[in-house]
């Protein structure tokens, strides 16, 4: 008797009909990969150029939405197929998960999947809605023999370490079950194959906040205080032109400010009564002061800022209208000045 073995070995040949990058998971490794949540996008970082938006994060999570990049490109350029049929779960985005990701299961359970196919780089014409590549599971089916499958991936508090950033172990319970089975209906004929997959849970959320100091709390209920309106009281002394007055009173208005406003009259004629009455239909609170005094006007401005009550007076000239810009520009500066 005589044993001969014989060692024989070959390049990988090199694909000359096509540019595009085929990688596979086989059933073995689909089989005894050990995978957190049982989801077959585990697998695929597995290859090369492929990344998974978080395939072991809880359902609802921000970061699990069952998004394949293939090839750096963007995740919306990958397509998924369940034996060549379109499965992409999220209408509004391609993904391998549903919208608003309800479970840890994508597409179907890994328990009933044969092999995972990737196609990605200079794709063929068949995957024409692909950017980047495609993602193709293929599914088991039944034989002439019966065979079957039971699952229990169970987690529990007893059994995980303590977060560390809680002093105790909460209470958490993660009950993954399931099982397939398969077989003939007809021999050589026709054949089923089935799988359930379920999943009981429960879990605590951690949540945690910087908390300010006695200190920074004071200064923010301070600050929050109603702050008291701009101090400014507005003097305009106009030579009786009710057009100049006009104009000065827009540049007054146009800061948007609460100010107390007064009009003193120079001319004694009150010519510019009626421009004072449209102005009070837009600033009901303003004075109006008219020169009744043989001093002149100076006494008349006098007067006007002794009947006033406020921290800061600032007088303009109804003929200046240099003076009713820069006070614009203090107020856009947030300046408290008494002389423009």
């Not at 005589?2 to 073995?28: I, P, Y």
């Not at 060549?84 to 391998?96: F, L, W, Y």
């Not at 209470?171 to 999943?199: C, D, H, L, M, R």
């Amino acid at each position: 008797m005589a044993d001969t073995v014989e060692v024989a070995a070959g390049a990988t040949l090199v694909n000359t009909v096509s540019a595009e990058q085929r990688e596979g998971v086989g059933a073995l490794q689909v089989r005894e990969l050990p995978l957190a949540r049982r989801n077959y996008t585990g697998l695929l970082p597995v290859g090369t150029g492929i990344t998974v938006a978080s395939s072991g994060a809880q359902p609802g999570h921000g970061d699990r939405d069952g998004g394949v990049r293939l090839n750096g490109l963007g995740r919306s350029g990958t397509t998924f197929t369940l034996d060549g049929t379109d499965a992409n779960a999220n209408n509004e985005g391609r993904s391998g998960n549903m919208f608003t990701n309800l479970n840890y299961i994508d597409i179907i359970s890994i328990e009933a999947i044969q092999e995972v196919q990737v196609v990605k780089g200079i794709i063929a014409a068949e995957y024409g809605q692909a950017l980047s590549g495609n993602v193709n599971l293929i599914t088991k089916s039944g034989t002439n023999e019966f065979h079957g499958s039971l699952f229990e991936n169970f987690q529990s508090q007893r059994l995980n370490a303590r977060n560390q950033f809680l002093t105790y172990k909460p209470p958490v319970t993660f009950n993954q079950f399931g099982g397939s089975f398969g077989g003939p209906v007809v021999k050589n004929k026709i054949f089923f194959f089935g799988a359930y997959e379920g999943y009981r849970e429960a879990f605590f959320r951690l949540v945690s906040e910087n908390t300010p100091t006695q200190n920074l709390r004071d200064q923010m209920i301070q600050r929050s205080s109603p702050v008291p309106p701009c101090p400014w009281h507005i003097v305009i002394t106009c030579h009786g032109d009710g057009r100049s007055l006009r104009d000065t009173a827009a540049s007054v208005f146009r800061t948007d400010a609460d100010y107390e406003l007064t009009v003193v009259d120079d001319a004694s004629n009150g010519a510019i009564t009626g421009v004072v009455e449209e102005l009070r239909k837009i600033f009901p609170a303003l004075r109006y002061i008219r020169n009744q005094s043989p001093l002149g006007a100076r006494e008349a401005r006098n007067r006007a800022i002794r009947a006033v009550d406020s921290t800061s007076v600032v007088l303009l000239d109804a003929g200046d209208m240099l003076d009713a810009d820069r006070l614009y520009d203090a107020h856009c500066r947030g300046e408290n000045s008494r002389t423009l």
